[in-house]
Nanobody
């Protein structure tokens, strides 16, 4: 059974930084795409960042230039470095993996709160 565990969330002041991690365990086919989503209270879940198996990245306009997605294949771990955080970045952040056979896996989420 595949399990994804996020960590690194917390509370930070505006302008601060956090680094989220998502560790995958279990048996699964190779990973094609890794994604980070977030969901703020009262809002729909939104795609924040995508990183392909080749290392190509794509970001939501709202986080471009501030967030950086990366991965460590040897550790089956993906990361989201978040800098210059704003109050509107407050949300639960989820990692998402899409395997080469199309299966989707979700983590349980980690809370990020940006407040003064």
């Amino acid at each position: 059974q595949v399990q994804l565990v996020e960590s690194g969330g917390g509370s930070v002041q505006p302008g601060g930084s956090l680094r989220l991690s998502c560790a995958a365990s279990g048996s699964f086919a190779s990973i094609d795409v890794r994604r980070w989503y977030r969901q703020a209270p009262g809002k729909e879940r939104e795609l924040v960042a995508t990183i392909t198996s080749a290392g190509s990245t794509n970001y939501a306009d709202s986080v471009k230039g501030r967030f950086t997605a990366s991965k460590d294949n040897a550790k089956n771990t993906m990361y989201l470095q978040m800098n210059s955080l704003k109050s509107e970045d407050t949300a639960v952040y989820y990692c998402n993996l899409q395997s080469s056979i199309g299966r989707i896996y979700w983590g349980r989420g980690t809370q990020v709160t940006v407040s003064s």
